[in-house]
């Protein structure tokens, strides 16, 4: 069964006095395993998609399915409680809590998931050695470097043990070998089973992926995989 099914998903916002379609007929499967890069102009609407892939939003139409479960008409109690336990996410400006130290904001996730005390704080701190962040736990956000920060941010997403990891330009507020690093750290996460999603502006990292869905106008404007002919939607 696919990590995500979406079919026909819409979202339309209000602006000003009328709307704005960000997205119209989305069609998406998205199978366990995959790396997919999502592109596009500014605009397009790969953000929102990206936050509706983490149900931290609902589509206006439209159906979307997570691990075969379908979100359509959950609350948005119901959605949390799902993403709590299935998807991490990664913002391209780091979204720590500035009043907590790096190990409290990666334990974070955990209290919502019912986690001990105790638990949290070990699997912290185990989250950010394999970040390679193990002597900056105590640290606050505020003294650490904008990969560190990013670093921190990829363990509180990992710390749930996600089956989705979805990364908004990860690498947008980094230079570029941090952001090489970043990189890095994700590809780990895929290669150990996790299906990940990352919006991205650049080529090189698209190029990593094995598919690439271009969005336009808030359509699916081609679905690309590596090594086979593009399919335009
Ligand atoms: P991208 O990530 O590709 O730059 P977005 O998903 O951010 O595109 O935006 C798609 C469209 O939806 C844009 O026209 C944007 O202005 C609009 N939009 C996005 N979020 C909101 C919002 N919260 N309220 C109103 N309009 C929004
Ligand atoms: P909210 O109540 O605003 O949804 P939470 O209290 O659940 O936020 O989480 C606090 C912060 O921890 C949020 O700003 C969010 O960025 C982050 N967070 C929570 N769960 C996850 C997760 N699974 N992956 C990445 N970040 C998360």
């Given at each position: 069964e696919p990590v995500l099914e979406l079919q026909d998903v819409a979202k339309r916002y209000p602006k000003g006095q009328g709307m704005v379609d960000?997205?119209?007929g989305v069609t998406l499967r998205i199978e366990r395993g995959e790396h997919v890069a999502l592109v596009g102009p500014s605009g397009a609407g790969k953000s929102t998609l990206l936050y509706l892939m983490g149900l931290m939003d609902a589509p206006t139409a439209g159906r979307l399915k997570l691990l075969g479960r379908d979100?359509?008409?959950?609350s948005d109690a119901e959605r949390s409680r799902l993403r709590g336990r299935t998807v991490g996410f990664v913002f391209q400006s780091f979204n720590?809590?500035?009043?907590?130290s790096a190990w409290r904001n990666v334990a974070l996730p955990l209290r919502y998931a019912g986690v001990s005390r105790k638990e949290r704080r070990a699997r912290a701190l185990e989250m950010l050695a394999r970040v390679g962040l193990a002597e900056r736990a105590?640290?606050?956000?505020?003294?650490?470097?904008g990969g560190q920060e990013q670093r921190v941010a990829i363990a509180r997403a990992l710390v749930i043990r996600p089956q989705l990891l979805l990364a908004d330009?990860?690498?947008?507020?980094?230079?570029s070998d941090t952001g090489a690093r970043i990189l890095e750290l994700l590809e780990a996460v895929h290669a150990r089973g996790a299906t990940l999603v990352t919006v991205t502006h650049s080529a090189e990292v698209a190029a990593r992926a094995q598919r690439t869905v271009q969005l336009r106008n808030g359509r699916v404007w081609s679905d690309t995989r590596a090594g086979a002919p593009e399919a335009r939607g």
């Open positions: 960000a997205l119209q979100t359509t008409g959950l720590l809590l500035p009043h907590l105590e640290h606050m956000p505020s003294e650490l470097s330009e990860p690498t947008g507020n980094l230079d």
